[in-house]
C-alpha cells in the first residue's frame, strides 16, 4: 500500500485545513487508517485514527473536538478536518495504514506516507 499525504500548508491561527491521504496499491477498506503528526524537536504523536467502515473513530484527548477524521472507500481516501488550528498545531502529518479490522489496542501500522507540513502562524 502506498500513502500520499497532502493538503497541507500554512494558515493564521483559528482557521481550518484538511488533510487528504490517497492509498493505491492494496485493499483501502480493510485498512485501519490514522495520522500522526510530528513537530521539530518532538517525538511523534498519535492524532486519530479510523476503522474499516468510518464507524469507529479514536482520537489523542488533545485533539477531540478540533480534529475530525473521516474516510472514503470509493475513493481510497482518508481525511482530517482541522479546525480552531493553534501555533502549536504545526508539525508534519503523517497518515498511516495498519492491516487490521480492530481500532482499538496497540495496533502496528504497515504503511507510512511522506507527511505534509501544516504550519500555523499566530
Known amino acids: 500500500v502506498q500513502l500520499q499525504a497532502s493538503g497541507g500548508g500554512l494558515v493564521q491561527a483559528g482557521g481550518s485545513l484538511r488533510l487528504s491521504c490517497a492509498a493505491s496499491g492494496g485493499t483501502f477498506s480493510s485498512h485501519v487508517m490514522a495520522w500522526f503528526r510530528q513537530a521539530p524537536g518532538k517525538e511523534r504523536e498519535f492524532v486519530a485514527r479510523?476503522?474499516?467502515?468510518?464507524?469507529?473513530?479514536r482520537y489523542a484527548d488533545s485533539f477531540k473536538g478540533r480534529f475530525t477524521i473521516s474516510r472514503d472507500n470509493t475513493k481510497n481516501t482518508v481525511y482530517l478536518q482541522m479546525n480552531s488550528l493553534r501555533p502549536e498545531d504545526t508539525a508534519v502529518y503523517y497518515c498511516?495504514?495498519?492491516?487490521?479490522?480492530?481500532?482499538?489496542?496497540?495496533?502496528?501500522?504497515?504503511?507510512w506516507g511522506q507527511g505534509t507540513q501544516v504550519t500555523v502562524s499566530s
Open positions: 498511516a495504514a495498519a492491516q487490521t479490522t480492530v481500532v482499538d489496542g496497540p495496533l502496528k501500522y504497515d504503511y
Open positions: 479510523i476503522n474499516w467502515s468510518g464507524a469507529f473513530k
